[in-house]
């Protein structure tokens, strides 16, 4: 049902998304997002600032996704905030493209957030992603610590994937299902 109302929202009014996304995303720019981490904090809660979209369709969009990444942890940072993660998705990356593509800028922008002091979760995607999203964490992980995985809650496998992270030492943040602006989650300190 999810993937059947979420087939129509490119159709429907503007206005009508942003109502009903407004729960969901802080917005189209990360100016909107920062506003968001900043009210968070207020709150003392952590969040989780992400990219909504993904599927690159060639080198060049994984590029733009990376620069982009990089200038929300810029700008998180410019702002002084320190209650904060970023969460990117391998599909922005590359990963339907080529995987070693994706590894790299993966590693690229994890070894980015840790200069800058900042934790990298890792989105998990549609199905046909889980396994490589996994290996990827895992191997991310082992490799440089601070990273972490968002895993749905709805996967049937997500229980032994979770207890197998959580093995690894990995942190977990599991959600509810997919999402695709920039979105802001809340998590309680």
Request: hydrophobic fraction near 40%.
């Given at each position: ?26 917005g189209e720019e990360i100016e909107d997002a920062i506003r968001v981490v900043e009210g968070l ?77 900042r934790f990298l979760e890792v989105d998990m995607e549609e ?63």
């Amino acid at each position: 049902m999810n993937r059947i109302i979420a087939s129509f929202v490119p159709f429907m009014p503007k206005p009508l998304v942003g109502r009903i996304g407004r729960r969901y995303a802080a917005g189209e720019e990360i100016e909107d997002a920062i506003r968001v981490v900043e009210g968070l904090a207020g709150e003392g809660c952590l969040a989780t600032v992400g990219m909504l979209g993904e599927f690159a369709t060639d080198e060049g969009y994984t590029n733009e996704s990376l620069a982009e990444y990089k200038r929300a942890l810029d700008a998180l940072e410019k702002q002084g905030l320190k209650d904060y993660r970023v969460a990117v998705k391998l599909t922005d990356l590359g990963l339907t493209l080529d995987r070693e593509l994706c590894r790299t800028n993966l590693e690229e922008i994890q070894l980015y957030a840790k200069e800058r002091g900042r934790f990298l979760e890792v989105d998990m995607e549609e199905s046909p992603f889980v396994s490589a999203t996994l290996g990827m964490v895992l191997d991310m992980h082992e490799r440089h610590g601070n990273t972490g995985a968002v895993v749905q809650a709805y996967l049937r496998r997500t229980l032994e994937d979770v207890q197998r992270l959580v093995e690894a030492g990995i942190l977990v943040r599991l959600v509810k299902g997919p999402t695709s602006g920039w979105k802001v989650s809340r998590l309680s300190v």
